[in-house]
T-cell receptor, first 112, second 109 residues
Framework: DGGITQSPKYLFRKEGQNVTLSCEQN?????MYWYRQDPGQGLRLIYY???????QKGDIAEGYSVSREKKESFPLTVTSAQKNPTAFYLC???????????FGDGTRLSIL | QKEVEQDPGPLSVPEGAIVSLNCTYS??????FMWYRQYSRKGPELLMY????GNKEDGRFTAQVDKSSKYISLFIRDSQPSDSATYLC?????????FGAGTILRVKS
């Protein structure tokens, strides 16, 4: 089945630690995205990538980093500079940036 | 003022009711309009996608867009307990997608 796989489902971070969230898609989509979802708020864009080896900052990129070395993969690193990382993180992809986005089932990150 | 406003609910209805979910927006540049359904601890699932004013129907779901009023709606007919979820509206212009905060819907059997 084609889709977007996010792992792990749950992740715990210690103070001062960097953690990496995985996102893999087998939909052959060019564009991929990372969002953060907090209770009572809409999804907020962290980073997006329109093509391999290229990515752009979204509205809340501070404290996060990404890479796009392969078309299928778009990992997100939450660095120690992100002071409020507890949230539900969603990865999405679309054939192009002007097409509807399809989402994975998210990773819930919490602080120990 | 947020670009997209959506009542968070919760909206509680009996099984079989017609549900109306709504969003308003302030930016007239929005061209594409979407509705997503999100179950607890899952990612959003695309329900409806439209780019023009008027109605679009898919099974029990009807999406309505009124660009002159900057208002979109999602109607669910014959609502079922399995429709209980959070419904997110989303709007796009210039490769930018803006989401509403979501409305929690509870359908009671």
């Amino acid at each position: 089945d084609g889709g977007i796989t996010q792992s792990p489902k749950y992740l715990f971070r210690k103070e001062g630690q960097n953690v990496t969230l995985s996102c893999e898609q087998n939909l052959n989509h060019d564009a991929m995205y990372w969002y953060r979802q907090d209770p009572g708020q809409g999804l907020r864009l962290i980073y997006y990538s329109q093509i391999v080896n290229d990515f752009q900052k979204g509205d809340i990129a501070e404290g996060y980093s990404v890479s796009r070395e392969k078309k299928e993969s778009f990992p997100l690193t939450v660095t120690s500079a992100q002071k409020n990382p507890t949230a539900f993180y969603l990865c999405a992809s679309s054939p192009d940036t002007d097409q509807p986005q399809h989402f994975g089932d998210g990773t819930r990150l919490s602080i120990l | 003022q947020k670009e997209v406003e959506q009542d968070p609910g919760p909206l509680s209805v009996p099984e079989g009711a017609i549900v109306s979910l709504n969003c308003t927006y302030s930016n007239s540049a929005f061209q594409y309009f979407m509705w997503y359904r999100q179950y607890s601890r899952k990612g959003p699932e695309l329900l409806m996608y439209t780019y023009s004013s008027g109605n679009k129907e898919d099974g029990r779901f009807t999406a309505q867009v009124d660009k002159s009023s900057k208002y979109i709606s999602l109607f669910i007919r014959d609502s079922q307990p399995s429709d209980s979820a959070t419904y997110l509206c989303a709007m796009e212009y210039g490769n930018k997608l803006v989401f509403g905060a979501g409305t929690i819907l509870r359908v009671k059997s």
